[in-house]
């Protein structure tokens, strides 16, 4: 693959398919879970019964035809072949606007904001509004390539953001992101300042304040209990992925319902889900929206090459300030949350705050309206 931008088209060989099904029938299930709840991980019965609907029922053309809508293309950058959705807008005067996944997301998770962001004219909104999309799959995920050696930070990351977006022509553009795609959004805001006129983000990352320590808002004591808990008790992932990927990989590799069940029980943690107080993710996704997700990673072996990206970056965050406009929304149910005084103190610009009752880490799959109204309000008066 060289720098040309070349049409790419999800066509998963028949054998593949295959393949991932016979693993599924030979699955070598552990004991049960001791407790009622989620509190040791994704149950048995449950994570048994997704599965035997991924065995039987499920049908991955039909998620290989919804990619399959949208452009997508492969190019080579910084000597990575990067996989993309080049979603252009019909409105010649459409703001370019880069938004990039997270772990264990993907591309797929933009699946229910790609068109109405595009063409907000046939979605309710106005055609001032649209946006040129540019979705990568990050280094080591999907469909792109995987990094042979060290150093692909999430630092690095935006500043291939930055080499894509002007590979495409786009001098001035906008971006967008959560989880990793909030840091590398991060990245962006800082190693692309010429040409990235502002940034929104659903993860916004700001440390407590010393001086509002002595007076913390209901807020922030929340915010603080919610991080104590990440720390204590799910942040388990993070450590592994961070310190020991390969050894990981294994067994995610060799097991689809180990790299199912890895991916599945963040859906259930980080999300709002809990109804009548039972905590389940089908409250909020159906079986082929987490199965798809599933696939993207099962289908391109990328449980270690995606892991490293935790090794690379995790344990040494940039936390350097932020100049340029910055919008944020809050959502209840992210992993962390910072009130707008902490994020003032590193976001310097902010054009943009909105908090929600509901809502968690994945809000353009959980809550596809409201995320799709807040970039439409991010980016409305930098056009």
Request: hydrophobic share 40%; with cysteine; aromatic share 10%.
């Amino acid at each position: 693959m060289s720098d040309a931008l070349t049409p790419f088209t999800v066509d998963v060989a028949e054998a593949e398919l295959h393949t991932l099904q016979e693993r599924l029938r030979i699955t070598r299930w552990p004991d049960a879970e001791t407790v009622e709840d989620w509190s040791q991980g994704i149950p048995l019965t449950y994570t048994r019964e997704l599965a035997d609907y991924w065995l039987h029922d499920y049908d991955w053309r039909r998620c290989e035809q919804q990619l399959n809508q949208w452009p997508q293309y492969l190019t080579r950058i910084d000597g990575i072949d990067i996989h993309i959705i080049h979603r252009r807008s019909s409105n010649a005067n459409a703001l370019p606007l880069i938004i990039t996944h997270g772990w264990p997301d993907s591309i797929l998770g933009m699946a229910r904001i790609i068109d109405a962001l595009a063409e907000p004219q046939d979605h309710g909104g106005n055609a001032a509004d649209a946006f040129h999309l540019v979705i990568p799959s990050l280094p080591g995920f999907s469909f792109s390539g995987k990094p042979s050696q060290t150093g692909t930070t999430a630092k690095r990351i935006g500043e291939m953001w930055g080499q894509l977006m002007a590979r495409l022509g786009y001098d001035r553009y906008v971006a967008q992101g959560g989880d990793w795609g909030s840091i590398i959004t991060h990245s962006i805001a800082q190693t692309e300042v010429d040409h990235c006129a502002g940034i929104h983000i659903n993860l916004p990352l700001a440390a407590p304040t010393p001086e509002s320590m002595t007076d913390l808002t209901p807020f922030e004591q929340d915010a603080l209990e919610r991080l104590k808990f990440y720390q204590e008790w799910d942040s388990g992932y993070s450590k592994l992925q961070s310190t020991r990927p390969q050894t990981l990989g294994y067994g995610l590799a060799d097991s689809p319902v180990g790299q199912m069940a890895w991916i599945v029980e963040k859906f259930a943690a980080w999300t709002d889900c809990t109804r009548n107080g039972i905590r389940h993710p089908e409250h909020v996704f159906s079986k082929d929206q987490l199965l798809d997700n599933v696939m993207m990673y099962w289908l391109n072996n990328s449980a270690t090459s995606s892991a490293r990206l935790y090794w690379e970056s995790f344990n040494n965050p940039n936390t350097d300030p932020i100049d340029i406009p910055v919008a944020v929304s809050v959502y209840p149910y992210e992993i962390m949350g910072v009130s707008r005084r902490w994020a003032e103190a590193r976001y310097r610009n902010i054009v943009h705050w909105a908090e929600f009752d509901r809502g968690g880490h994945f809000p353009a799959l959980e809550l596809p309206e409201i995320h799709i109204g807040e970039i439409r309000d991010a980016f409305r008066g930098l056009r």
